[in-house]
């Protein structure tokens, strides 16, 4: 059998030529699926998960946006829980979501990827639960808390089909964390607090924050007014009687449109992570327990997952509907 190949060469004419063509075919199609291989990092997961599994969101673009990110990474999969189990709440669906990940990188272990990357077409609130739910589940040690690094990326499911970069994050085994980023945000965002005035003459320890970086001139005037229980019949803000606040941290954008720039994110994400952890340490110190927090949010799902996969557990999100 050894000397079979040469044999048979030697029955085609010009058989030196035709083994140097062979030998170069072969090399060049191990060299490509080389550099496809070792060109890839990382797993790719992405995720749709509309405002309700009813609001008729088409997942069309985050599937062409998967194809294509498929061929970076060294594993990709989607995941919908609506097509497995449609009609469950907001919680049972981040849920679900959650452990459908999990089980799928537990799967995927055996490659000891050091990079994640989530691709979301999901509603804000949505976003939050989620990146809650991955960093935060209880029970066995998590497979996402062995990545190194986690980035994470809106991919918007209508309207204009803009990219904007990744949040990242680090992973620690305690958790993700910001990373460094040096951007001045000083002329872009505006940071304050103000004191909010539930009915009845109510104080609570629990505290809104109000982060808007869209160009909606209404969004922290609604906010406020459902954070204090004092939106008229029209809000759009699912508050109740366990969601008013007594005082709020308010963020918003002072330029048309906050920087396509990834410092920018990283930075404005780490200056609202330390503020408010900063902030709900103060207001316990007043207030002598342990406070609440409540997210207003008009911003990229990509941050609204960073902010729920960094806040503290007790800072829930407000569905705006």
């Known amino acids: 059998m050894a000397g079979t190949f040469p044999e048979l060469l ?4 010009g058989e030196t030529a035709t083994l140097a063509v062979i030998m170069i075919v072969g090399f060049l199609i191990l060299a490509t699926s080389w550099l496809n291989l070792h060109g890839r990092t990382g797993v790719g997961v992405a ?17 062409e946006h998967s194809s294509a990110a498929k061929s970076r990474h060294i594993s990709f999969f989607y995941v ?4 497995l189990h449609p009609g469950l709440t907001a919680d049972a669906r981040a849920s679900l979501t959650q452990r459908a990940i999990e089980a799928r990188l537990k799967e995927e272990e055996a490659k000891n990827s050091s990079h994640i990357s989530f691709y979301l077409a999901c509603g804000l609130a949505n976003a939050f639960r989620l990146g ?15 990545f190194q690094e ?30 460094p980023a040096s951007y001045q945000l000083g002329s872009i965002i505006r940071r304050d607090t103000v004191s909010l005035h539930p009915p009845g003459g109510q104080s ?11 160009n ?20 759009r803000y699912a508050v109740g009687a366990q969601d008013l606040c007594g005082s709020a941290l308010v963020y918003r954008c002072l330029t048309p449109t906050f920087p396509n720039d990834r410092s920018a994110y990283n930075e404005l994400l780490k200056d609202i992570v330390q503020y408010w952890d900063f902030y709900l340490a103060t207001q316990a110190s007043v207030h002598g ?29 407000v569905d705006y509907i």
């Open 289 to 317: 327990s342990a406070p609440e927090g409540r997210l207003f949010i008009a911003a990229p799902s990509s941050l609204a997952f960073s902010l729920g996969a960094l806040l503290p557990i007790s800072t829930l999100v």
């Open 80 to 83: 919908n829980v609506d097509e």
């Open 216 to 235: 909606n001139p209404n969004m922290v005037t609604e906010a406020k007014e459902a954070a204090q229980g004092t939106q008229g019949q029209g809000g």
């Open 47 to 63: 995720v749709f998960l509309q405002p309700t599994p009813t609001s008729g969101w088409s997942d069309a673009r985050l599937l």
């Open 10 to 13: 030697k029955l085609i004419p």
């Open 204 to 214: 609570p320890n629990r505290h809104a924050l109000i982060l808007n970086i869209t």
């Open 132 to 146: 809650q739910r991955i960093f935060k589940a209880q029970g066995a040690q998590l497979r996402v808390f062995e």
């Open 150 to 179: 986690i980035s994470v990326h809106q991919v918007p499911s209508s309207g204009p089909n803009l990219t904007l970069p990744p949040l990242i994050l680090e992973g620690t085994p305690n958790g993700p964390q910001t990373t």
